[in-house]
Antibody, heavy 121, light 107 residues
Framework: EVQLVESGGGLVQPGRSMKLSCAASGFTFSNYGMAWVRQAPTKGLEWVATISYDGSSTYYRDSVKGRFTISRDNAKSTLYLQMNSLRSEDTATYYC??????????????WGQGVMVTVSS | DIQMTQSPPSLSASLGDKVTITCQASQNINKYIAWYQQKPGKAPRLLIRYTSTLESGTPSRFSGSGSGRDYSFSISNVESEDIASYYCLQYDNLPWTFGGGTKLELK
């Protein structure tokens, strides 16, 4: 069974940093791209960042470029999101997702339960 | 960026009804659209990929269709467990973009 378990969220002041982790199990982690998707309170879903299966390629939405870094440790089956210079608009539940690999393109097939990040003074 | 215009934002249905949600992309997305269900306080769940392919475990009352810029998602015979929010996702081009969501409620 695929499991994605996020950790590391909480309350942080504007301008400070926070690092999220996502522990994966139930599949061969090193074979899949991974991504972070967030959801502000009462709002819709918003893609944040994606990393390729081997970490060689990363992609970010414009609003987080230069502030967020996605990374992975395939030996530990763990995905990370380092978030610097946090802003109030980064307040959201952050979901760790697996990126499907197949002929149907690259979409998000499995999701973690999410971790809340609140940016406030 | 490709914009996904999802409608309606909310929908009220009776048990047994058929409901349809639409997503219009700002450009051709070559059928690379997925549909997700999200219940309150839970993570999204993938229901359909590549316009109309049901994921394992997705009930057959769910369906998807479309091409080019225009796509639809339907639930025939709405059941109480279908009360949730639904989102479309285009994955034809970076950045991945979601529709604004549709909240399905019981009438």
């Amino acid at each position: 069974e695929v499991q994605l378990v996020e950790s590391g969220g909480g309350l942080v002041q504007p301008g400070r940093s926070m690092k999220l982790s996502c522990a994966a199990s139930g599949f061969t982690f090193s074979n899949y791209g991974m991504a972070w998707v967030r959801q502000a309170p009462t709002k819709g879903l918003e893609w944040v960042a994606t990393i390729s299966y081997d970490g060689s390629s990363t992609y970010y939405r414009d609003s987080v470029k230069g502030r967020f870094t996605i990374s992975r440790d395939n030996a530990k089956s763990t995905l990370y999101l380092q978030m610097n210079s946090l802003r109030s608009e980064d307040t959201a539940t952050y979901y760790c997702t697996r990126v499907s690999s197949g002929s149907s393109g690259y979409y998000f097939d499995y999701w973690g339960q999410g971790v809340m990040v609140t940016v406030s003074s | 960026d490709i914009q996904m215009t999802q409608s309606p934002p909310s929908l009220s249905a009776s048990l047994g009804d058929k409901v349809t949600i639409t997503c219009q992309a700002s450009q051709n997305i070559n059928k690379y659209i997925a549909w997700y269900q999200q219940k309150p306080g839970k993570a999204p769940r993938l229901l359909i990929r590549y316009t109309s392919t049901l994921e394992s475990g997705t009930p057959s009352r769910f369906s998807g269709s479309g091409s080019g810029r225009d796509y639809s998602f339907s639930i025939s015979n709405v059941e109480s467990e279908d009360i949730a929010s639904y989102y479309c996702l285009q994955y034809d081009n970076l950045p991945w973009t979601f529709g604004g969501g549709t909240k399905l409620e019981l009438k």
